[in-house]
Every structure is written in C-alpha cells, then in structure tokens.
C-alpha cells in the first residue's frame, strides 16, 4: 500500500486498514455514532460514553478550526515552521554532526497543521492548495533523505 515514505522506496510494502479502532468499536456495540460508545465499563455504576469525554473538545476545536482561528497567524506560522524546518536540516548538513532529521520533521508537521487549519478556513485557494501540498512534501522528502542518512533511519 504504502511504497514510499519520505519520497524513498521502501523494502517491506506497508499495509493500512481504513476503519480506526472507533468505527470498529461503533460496529461491535452497535452504535449509530462514536458517541454513544462507553468510554468505561458499561456495568459501571456511573457509565460514562466517548461523547461524555470528547464532544465538548471536538464541538470547540470544530468551532475554532472553521469558523475563529486567526489565519493571518497561520499563515506566518506556516512560513516560520517551512523555514525552520530547512535551517533545521542545514544546521546538521555535513560532517559528523547528525542530522537534525526528527526535530526538521516535527517543523513539517506544524506547518501541515497550519496548512489544514488554513484550508478549513477556505483561505486557501485551490491554485495555492496545491503550492503549499507540494511545499510540505519536499520537506518531508528532505526530512526522509535526511533520516536514511543516520543509524536511525536503516543506513549501514
């Protein structure tokens, strides 16, 4: 399924399966939705379900994601992740130094967030859309090229 990571061929083909563990549980209690799930032993004298946990979290982070999270922020928090992400990996370029490869990582994973916060808002156009898809991709990919050069990453 999976036939590269980090823009590398992988040896061992990953597989991945569709359904999270939530939609399987929803299937095994037969529940219509996530939270009507029991979060706690359902012959607890006070059962609590998923929803009791969890949807007041997903109600916010909803409300904040679509509708009031500050996208001229985000967009300079894409930018400071993307640059950080590349000065990262220069500072561990050469030489005996490592390569800074999980720290740089981490910086694209920011700026994938912010990029998804950017697009639940539709500030992105579709023209952009692609632009920044593409910029998270090559720093994944430099983020990969970089991991295979450590011990870490498989290199012998």
Not at 17 to 40: C, H, Q, W
Not at 108 to 128: C, P
Request: hydrophobic residues 35%; negative net charge; glycine residues 10%.
């Amino acid at each position: 399924y999976f036939q590269q990571g980090g823009g590398s061929e992988v040896v061992m083909v990953a597989g991945e399966i569709s359904y999270g563990p939530e939609r399987l549980a929803m299937y095994l209690f037969d529940k219509k939705t996530v939270y009507e799930l029991p979060y706690n032993s359902p012959s607890s004298n006070v059962p609590v379900t998923y929803g009791d946990v969890f949807l007041q979290n997903e109600q916010e982070q909803s409300a904040y994601n679509f509708e009031h999270a500050d996208t001229e922020m985000l967009f300079r928090h894409f930018k400071d992740a993307e640059d950080e992400c590349r000065a990262t990996l220069g500072k561990g370029a050469g030489g005996n130094r490592q390569t800074m490869a999980v720290p740089a990582y981490e910086q694209v994973v920011k700026a994938s967030h912010n990029f998804n916060l950017l697009d639940a808002r539709g500030v992105i156009s579709v023209q952009e859309r692609q632009s920044y898809i593409l910029r998270i991709r090559e720093l994944a990919k430099q983020c990969g090229a970089a991991w295979l050069q450590t011990a870490g990453g498989g290199a012998e």
